[in-house]
């Protein structure tokens, strides 16, 4: 199986990407973690970029808050999918680094999860790999019937509550 890369512009970042080695993790998906910024270590999180998939990565996630420029500048430097985790900081509650990683020029393109999304960029990068692995997708496809079933069971629970 690839494994998941997982960069982030500052160690401030971890508690984010905790979730998203957390559920990694739970789905048994290799993965490594770095500190590279786009700016203080550029030609550091260039050659992390430029050898990703000759070193066994299949997709590559960064999180990096203010003016994010980090998943922007790995996604220059390969061709494999980027997931962008615009984090959330002091000045404009993420907004910034939002519209940093999402606005990307045509041709390098970055997915990109919600404002502190550390969960949802590990599921993203988790159905990336599932295209290839089936089974991985099987692992998908459970989780998602259990969380259907527990929607339904709170469904259920209320309505007997309620609807007399």
Do not use: W
Not at 3 to 25: F, N, R, Y
Not at 51 to 74: E, S, Y
């Amino acid at each position: 199986m690839k494994k998941v890369g997982i960069i982030m512009g500052s160690d401030s970042d971890l508690p984010i990407l905790e979730k998203t080695m957390a559920t990694l993790t739970e789905y048994d998906v290799p993965f490594e973690v770095h500190v590279y910024s786009a700016h203080r270590t550029p030609e550091e999180a260039r050659d992390f970029s430029v050898n990703a998939r000759d070193n066994g990565f299949g997709v590559l996630i960064c999180a990096a808050g203010m003016a994010a420029h980090l998943a922007g500048a790995v996604a220059a430097n390969t061709t494999l999918p980027v997931i962008g985790i615009p984090c959330k900081s002091s000045v404009l509650d993420g907004m910034d680094a939002l519209l940093s990683t999402v606005m990307m020029p045509s041709g390098i393109p970055v997915a990109t999860v919600a404002i502190n999304g550390g969960a949802n960029a590990a599921l993203l990068a988790i159905q990336i790999l599932a295209v290839g692995d089936g089974a991985l997708y099987e692992k998908l496809q459970a989780k998602r019937a259990e969380g259907a079933a527990k929607v339904l069971e709170k469904d259920r629970a209320v309505g007997e509550k309620y609807n007399k």
